[in-house]
């Protein structure tokens, strides 16, 4: 898979999750939350549209509008290889630190914003690390094999 594929990829996933957001039959609240579905209800003050998209991941409008934006640039960026890389740099870099944010209770809710906790952590942290790979590792693993290419024909 090449980074500008993995760049789409991404974004188609993440405006599909914000479109899934706004479905109210995709989003609720789980009847007997469970230690095992790592979700604990916060109280989003003016929110109706609070609750579990797919019973799992918590999310919120704001929390939706960002994914439909974090997809739409991804789609945006795949249209070049130097976009690509960079939106897998600033994606990774900012979904770690999202899912650090996520393991603690006061910055679990992004400072009362959108909820970033639960099940997202998990989701963010993987996202992140695939785009690591795209955004960092690969890049240097062809550069490597490029210049071994070049000195072999010298």
């Known amino acids: 898979?090449?980074?500008?594929?993995?760049?789409?990829?991404?974004?188609?996933?993440?405006v599909a999750l914000g479109v899934a957001g706004f479905i109210p039959g995709l989003v609720w609240m789980p009847e007997?939350?469970?230690?095992?579905?790592?979700?604990?209800?916060?109280?989003?003050?003016?929110?109706?549209?609070f609750g579990a998209l797919f019973g799992l991941f918590p999310v919120n409008t704001l929390h939706n509008i960002a994914h439909l934006l974090v997809g739409g640039l991804g789609i945006f960026a795949s249209a070049d290889k130097?976009?690509?890389?960079?939106?897998?740099?600033?994606?990774?870099?900012?979904?770690?630190?999202?899912?650090?944010?996520?393991?603690f209770p006061y910055t679990g809710t992004l400072f009362g914003f959108m909820p970033i906790y639960g099940h997202n952590i998990w989701f963010n942290a993987l996202t992140a690390v695939g785009a690591a790979y795209f955004g960092f590792v690969k890049p240097t693993q062809e550069a490597a094999a490029r210049s071994e290419n070049m000195a072999s024909q010298s």
Do not use: C, K, V, W
């Open 1 to 14: 898979m090449t980074d500008r594929n993995f760049t789409l990829t991404l974004g188609i996933i993440f």
């Open 32 to 49: 007997n939350p469970s230690p095992t579905l790592l979700f604990e209800p916060h109280y989003f003050p003016g929110d109706q549209e």
């Open 82 to 103: 130097s976009r690509a890389r960079l939106y897998n740099r600033g994606f990774a870099i900012s979904y770690l630190a999202l899912a650090l944010l996520g393991l």
